[in-house]
């Protein structure tokens, strides 16, 4: 029996190349069917997504969910969940030693899917006060590589941030043992890029297919731009060989003139995130739907943005057979958003001073389904 059916919304699926009207069902906590005209079929529930988009369920691979632990931890269900990211990545928050909490306490207890980069640093990113690799005792490899091991299901791989501000002058001993034990993991590694340290091009020739490199359009010196703000040919060859370049907004790493500049190029980001914190959570990033607006606003389409938000992020974090897609069978994780016209005002987080813009559109989070339990909904006409 049809526990959900979805009504009448326009479905944008980029993983089946849908963008029209369809009706989707869902059974058992699986997509059943997407189409026109789907029978109600005694279904439980009955949603009347006229006029609201409705796509697989958003992906949001750079967030910082360890509340009460990590300094930049805000609650998933509260901030991710309920504004449409039905799956999040803690972007490092944990480390080794504190990698069981954020287990224990936050990834089992949550109504959303989270999944964790681990730091290299054992402790994680517990404070601002210190750098989480100025002291390179923190980084224990071989506790990093037994805590991969043992919690495969939920961690995708290392994540170190390249700056001295966190890696004081280890920066190339941090980026030789990341690399190894990443390798030694076989799993991949995320890069926080901003004032780097070493270089961005010396960093990027250690990454490999499937590795992430987060804020890629930062403003600060060792950026993706040269100084005449032609993309770098070490940027395009990392991404032409695989590595995701992840825009991972954040209150300091987003710059509209770098995207314009890189889109203007034909470097489009890899996947669109957030950088999702208690520091930008009350402004400039909001939420998933306020970053996809800022694209939109910067010309990508409807479907670009989802894509990157959906199918894109589901491959980087090698669940694209499980969500990221409405196909049937896909976990049933659906995000209803509605298109508000008119203007909005749009801010990004420029180093060198923020810029806000005038968009003739956003993007507002209407509704939630996840795993088939519907978490909340709007209705987005009348
Ligand atoms: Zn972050």
């Given at each position: 029996m049809t526990e959900l059916l979805i009504r009448g919304g326009h479905v944008i699926d980029p993983a089946q190349g849908l963008d029209g009207v369809r009706d989707v069902a869902v059974r058992g906590g699986r997509i059943a069917a997407v189409g026109l005209d789907l029978p109600a079929d005694g279904a439980a529930q009955v949603l009347d997504a006229r006029g609201l988009l409705v796509t697989p369920g958003l992906i949001d691979i750079h967030t910082h969910i360890y509340e009460g632990v990590s300094h930049y931890g805000i609650n998933p269900d509260a901030t991710c969940l309920a504004t449409g990211a039905t799956t999040v990545v803690d972007a490092g928050s944990s480390g080794a030693q504190t990698f069981p909490g954020l287990r224990k306490y936050i990834i089992e207890v949550s109504q959303t899917r989270v999944l964790a980069y681990l730091n290299l640093s054992a402790m994680g990113m517990l404070s601002e006060l210190a750098g989480e690799l100025e002291d390179i005792r923190y980084a224990d490899t071989r506790a990093a590589l037994k805590?991969?091991?043992?919690?495969?299901?939920?961690?995708?791989?290392?994540?170190?941030?390249?700056?001295?501000?966190?890696?004081?002058?280890?920066?190339?001993?941090?980026?030789?043992?990341?690399?190894?034990?990443?390798?030694?993991?076989?799993?991949?590694?995320?890069?926080?890029?901003?004032?780097?340290?070493?270089?961005?091009?010396?960093?990027?020739?250690?990454?490999?297919?499937?590795?992430?490199?987060?804020?890629?359009?930062?403003?600060?010196?060792?950026?993706?731009?040269?100084?005449?703000?032609?993309?770098?040919?070490?940027?395009?060859?990392?991404a032409a060989r695989g590595v995701f370049f992840d825009v991972g907004h954040g209150r300091g790493s987003f710059a509209f003139q770098v995207a314009r500049q890189a889109l203007a190029q034909d470097f489009p980001p890899g996947t669109i995130s957030t950088d999702l914190h208690i520091h930008n959570l009350h402004g400039p990033v909001f939420d998933l739907a306020?970053?996809?607006?800022?694209?939109?606003?910067?010309?990508?389409?409807?479907?670009?943005?989802?894509?990157?938000?959906?199918?894109?992020?589901?491959?980087?974090?090698?669940?694209?057979?499980?969500?990221?897609?409405?196909?049937?069978?896909?976990?049933?994780?659906?995000?209803?958003?509605?298109?508000?016209?008119?203007?909005?005002?749009?801010?990004?987080?420029?180093?060198?001073?923020?810029?806000?813009?005038?968009?003739?559109?956003?993007?507002?989070?209407?509704?939630?389904?996840r795993a088939g339990r519907l978490i909340f909904f709007r209705n987005g006409h009348g």
């Open positions: 805590t991969l091991e043992a919690n495969r299901d939920v961690l995708l791989g290392i994540k170190v941030r390249m700056e001295p501000g966190m890696c004081g002058a280890n920066g190339y001993q941090v980026l030789k043992l990341a690399r190894e034990t990443s390798d030694a993991a076989g799993l991949p590694l995320m890069i926080h890029i901003g004032d780097t340290f070493p270089p961005l091009p010396e960093i990027l020739a250690e990454t490999r297919a499937g590795d992430v490199v987060t804020h890629c359009y930062h403003d600060r010196p060792g950026g993706i731009l040269d100084e005449a703000g032609r993309v770098l040919p070490a940027v395009r060859a990392a306020t970053t996809m607006s800022k694209f939109l606003h910067l010309g990508l389409t409807l479907p670009q943005v989802v894509d990157l938000t959906t199918r894109h992020p589901a491959r980087s974090i090698r669940l694209e057979n499980e969500i990221g897609t409405l196909r049937p069978g896909a976990c049933a994780d659906v995000t209803l958003l509605r298109l508000q016209e008119g203007p909005v005002q749009l801010t990004d987080a420029a180093d060198k001073g923020r810029e806000t813009v005038t968009a003739e559109r956003a993007l507002v989070p209407a509704g939630v389904v």
